[in-house]
Nanobody, 125 residues
Framework: QVQLVNSGGGLVQPGGSLVLSCQAS????????IGWFRQAPGKERRPVSC???????YHTDRVEGRFTISMDKDKNTMYLQMTQLKPADTAVYYC???????????????????WGNGTQVTVSA
């Protein structure tokens, strides 16, 4: 049974940084297609970044150059490292598992079958 647990969110000032975690059980995160998504209040859930099983990573234009993805294989945990945060980055952030070696940044979100619990990120002065 796949389980994903998100953590690491919080309140940060504009220009600050946060590291979100996605800890997995029931699958090998390092060899899976994993997506990161966010949902702001009153808006639909949107893609942010994703990582394929070959360690390729992809980011939307909105976060390219500011967000990166890393892995701790021993902990079976993936990290979304966010820098230069803006108020527009405020949202609940989720990781999600796609039963494929490759992630998909703009494909249907229904392809992601298991979702983390989400973690709130608030960027505000």
């Amino acid at each position: 049974q796949v389980q994903l647990v998100n953590s690491g969110g919080g309140l940060v000032q504009p220009g600050g940084s946060l590291v979100l975690s996605c800890q997995a059980s029931g699958l090998n995160l390092d060899r899976a297609g994993i997506g990161w998504f966010r949902q702001a209040p009153g808006k639909e859930r949107r893609p942010v970044s994703c990582r394929s099983g070959d360690a390729s990573t992809y980011h939307t234009d909105r976060v390219e150059g500011r967000f990166t993805i890393s892995m701790d294989k021993d902990k079976n945990t993936m990290y979304l490292q966010m820098t230069q945060l803006k108020p527009a980055d405020t949202a609940v952030y989720y990781c999600a598992y796609r039963s494929s070696f490759y992630c998909s940044l703009y494909g249907p979100q229904t392809a992601y079958t298991d979702w983390g619990n989400g973690t709130q990120v608030t960027v505000s002065a």
